[in-house]
């Protein structure tokens, strides 16, 4: 059935997932192979004529790409949770499958968030940074030094409720946070989805929030773990941070345009809120040294590392395989975006 099928892949893969595809030999595979991004040139030349694709977070799916590819192609795999680097409208009026790795990075990315937490209570760059600058010496020991608000007894606000934010409270239930409050696409709705049985435990309150404002206003930590849509955009901006406690952090775990980075130095430059710990910001990975983020002690910025260990990027790039050769075959994919 893929007897002179062509594939392009975008990328050089894990050994584990690079023998997989290796094993379909009636396969026509046109890879990458560098682990570096892909040229667009390179993409659009080699796509002509593919009937799948295996691509990255940054290879940017869209009309170009499909009219080149022609109409031959049935199937694009993501190596990404996250799809927004595709039009989902030009796949579907297409009728071609998209497959992807939500599941995958579930528990690396809760583990991210609860350091990212942690780090930003704690002050841990703002400590860290004077280590390195041979600071800690002019530093003398007092009651106040390097303080921060605590993790036990913290109302978590979550905006998204989905499998990572649900894993991320699953971690924070034995630090003693006393109630969760989360905002959905539908506010004052219960959530859908009680992943892990958490809500039907019940061992705190966790509640739907009405509003933005509510959420906002009334959490300790805010952890950001919605889809980047054009409501979400900026949807966390200099109004968000009017209503937000002075000792609360804010966490994003998501997409770096759900908040107003803007907005986000201003909050922390004049202390409207305590701090913030970013594993996505808005234009990465173009931060220069010179970005007005990175003069604000109070935040913590990783360079999108939230799915970074070992075994979770070794079961991405296998599902994202997988995912692959079942859309050549008309099979089930491991995830399927509904489109």
Not at 8 to 34: C, F
Not at 106 to 120: G, K, Q
Not at 126 to 141: F, R, T
Request: hydrophobic share 40%.
């Amino acid at each position: 059935m893929l007897q002179n099928t062509k594939v392009v892949v975008t990328r050089q893969l894990i050994d584990e997932a690079q023998r997989l595809l290796d094993a379909n030999t009636d396969l026509e595979i046109v890879q990458w192979k560098s682990e570096k991004p892909c040229d667009r040139s390179w993409l659009l030349s080699n796509a002509k004529g593919a009937t799948g694709l295996l691509v990255m977070l940054n290879d940017k799916i869209d009309e170009e790409l499909l009219d080149t590819a022609g109409p031959q192609l049935k199937a694009i795999a993501s190596f990404s949770v996250g799809t927004d680097h595709v039009d989902r409208d030009a796949l579907k009026k297409r009728n071609i499958r998209l497959g992807y790795t939500p599941t995958a990075l579930t528990d690396a990315v809760a583990d991210l968030t609860v350091m990212l937490i942690l780090m930003a209570q704690r002050r841990a760059g703002e400590s860290m940074g004077k280590v390195i600058k041979g600071e800690w010496p002019q530093m003398p020991w007092h009651p106040l030094l390097m303080t921060g608000p605590q993790i036990r007894g913290a109302t978590v606000g979550f905006l998204g409720f989905g499998r990572i934010s649900q894993a991320s409270l699953q971690r924070l239930l034995p630090f003693g946070i006393k109630r969760v409050i989360y905002l959905t696409s539908q506010p004052g709705q219960p959530v859908k989805e009680d992943h892990f049985g958490l809500i039907k435990d019940g061992a705190i309150p966790i509640e739907p929030a009405k509003s933005w404002e509510q959420l906002a206003g009334e959490s300790d930590v805010v952890v950001i773990g919605c889809s980047l849509t054009p409501s979400t955009k900026h949807l966390v901006n200099t109004d968000f941070f009017a209503k937000m406690k002075k000792l609360a952090v804010i966490v994003n775990i998501a997409r770096g345009p759900v908040i107003d980075t803007n907005a986000l130095v201003d909050a922390l430059q004049n202390e409207k809120i305590f701090g913030a710990g970013l594993d996505v910001i808005e234009n990465e990975p173009n931060i220069q040294a010179d970005h007005p983020i990175l003069k604000q002690p109070r935040c913590v910025l990783v360079p999108h590392i939230g799915s970074a260990n070992i075994e979770t990027r070794a079961q991405m790039a296998e599902e994202s395989v997988e995912n692959l050769l079942a859309g050549l075959k008309g099979e089930a994919m491991v995830n399927e975006v509904e489109l």
